[in-house]
């Protein structure tokens, strides 16, 4: 009975005492700094933020050859064993469904007969996505998660969820499910099953006209599009590239592709605002970038691109794209992607925001820690500050026990964001003790940060 009531007053006064710490739902970072682009560019030096033209030019280059490779494949560039790989995963550790239950071994022996993998490949065909889809591990919308109640460990982290993909996205397609409803396929940037009914076949024709060399991207997120008869088509996300064919009076004239009743792409004449689209590449300035930044400001999160929303490596990945920057989809391969990569792993806490604050670029200079890759934008009185798509906050309570506040968008802070928490756990929190490397993407021209700023 004693040792009742002693856990009964314990709990209660945890209760009261955390109450007494931050009740606020919104993190100090979030509330306290502002939540602009144009505040924190407008305070660099004039042309801090540029790449040369030539550069610029250069990149987008690559840009366009990467985005349109898989129509330039002979053969699949995944292995059978790429296949196998996740089904032996998931079938030794068949995790958690949307019902909280765990998969039945039934699940996964359907899934595999119905992958065929003893064919792979059975195809090799051209194709492009006809609306926003995913990538899946496995030939399945229905989510496996490691937990069902745990804390970064249920959802919306789906371990089937690989990517987003955008509309209009060249594909190449090297095999299909028994029951034809998904096909494995292949992008510029990563690869998956996808819904049968998500893409269309190209033939030689459609992509010549497509891969034409003038594009216009999509600067305005989730920018609705309709056909000549004012049909809606379907959304397109910032970042979004499709073919130029005209220029109007306040509008581009571009090319949206849709799918005829053979399940080939037919391409469609679209007029869209110019506040929307763009000519790519666009030019990388200050008031540029803040335009396509603030777009992104608190965009909710969205593992692997769930729901259509972004988490960290993909909003980075599309803060770019507009500037023809070409990222790759996850964070680790973000962090090694082309320009300087500079090791921090050996640092102390206090070295590495030195070395950030004396080396980074500001909006050009991406730092990561496993598993995370946020955009560095410049000091903020003696802080570095960061521009990053981020789940929550890592916390512990009195008894130990692991928790996590909730963020949930896109948003800048510190790289201590949540310090004012109770139970604030830094060893898992905070970004300056797990960041191991920082990757510029182009040299500096000029300094950063305008004199008396």
């Known amino acids: 009975m004693k040792e009742r009531y002693l856990a009964v007053i314990l709990g209660l006064w945890i209760f009261l005492l955390s109450g007494c710490f931050s009740s606020h739902q919104t993190i100090r970072d979030i509330r306290e700094l502002k939540q602009d682009h144009a505040f924190y560019l407008g305070r660099l030096a004039p042309g801090a933020l540029r790449i040369e033209p030539a550069e610029q030019e250069r990149m987008d280059r690559h840009y366009n050859t990467l985005f349109f490779s898989p129509w330039h494949r002979e053969k699949p560039a995944c292995s059978i064993e790429d296949l196998a790989v996740e089904f032996r995963k998931y079938g030794q550790n068949r995790g958690y469904g949307e019902n909280g239950r765990k998969h039945s071994r039934q699940w996964m022996k359907k899934l595999t007969e119905n992958a065929r993998l003893d064919a792979y490949p059975d195809r090799g065909d051209p194709g492009i996505t006809i609306r926003p889809t995913a990538l899946r591990a496995l030939p399945t919308q229905r989510p496996h998660f490691s937990a069902f109640k745990k804390g970064g460990r249920g959802y919306p982290f789906d371990n089937l969820q690989v990517s987003a993909v955008t509309v209009n996205t060249p594909v190449f397609i090297s095999h299909v499910t028994r029951d034809g409803a998904w096909v494995f396929a292949e992008a510029g940037f990563y690869f998956g099953w996808i819904p049968a009914g998500d893409v269309a076949l190209v033939d030689d024709g459609f992509m010549k006209g497509w891969e034409s060399g003038r594009y216009a991207v999509v600067i305005r997120d989730k920018t609705p599009l309709y056909d000549a008869q004012g049909r809606f088509l379907f959304k397109a996300p910032l970042g979004a590239i499709f073919p130029k064919v005209r220029d109007e009076d306040g509008n581009l004239g571009i090319l949206a592709a849709v799918s005829n009743e053979s399940r080939m792409a037919v391409p469609k004449t679209v007029s869209v605002s110019s506040k929307s689209a763009v000519p790519k590449p666009l030019e990388l300035t200050a008031e540029n970038m803040a335009g396509v930044a603030n777009e992104l400001v608190n965009e909710p999160y969205g593992w692997g691109g769930i729901h259509g929303n972004r988490d960290c490596s993909s909003m980075v990945r599309d803060l770019f794209a507009p500037f023809g920057i070409w990222l790759p989809r996850n964070s680790a391969h973000q962090a090694r992607q082309g ?46 500050l960061v521009f990053h798509n981020m789940w929550g906050v890592s916390t512990r309570d009195l008894l130990g026990r692991r928790g996590k506040r909730i963020v949930g968008h896109a948003a800048i802070t510190t790289l201590h964001p949540g310090r004012e928490l109770f139970g604030y756990d830094a060893a898992s929190a905070d970004l300056t003790t797990n960041i191991v490397g920082m990757t510029l993407l182009t040299g500096p021209s000029v300094p950063a940060v305008a004199p008396g700023s």
């Open 339 to 384: 320009g300087r990569f500079i090791d921090l792993s050996g640092l102390a806490t206090e070295e590495k925001e030195r070395v950030i604050l004396a080396q980074g670029i500001p909006y050009l200079t991406l730092l990561w820690r496993p598993g995370h890759i946020m955009l560095y934008i410049g000091p903020y009185g003696d802080e570095p």
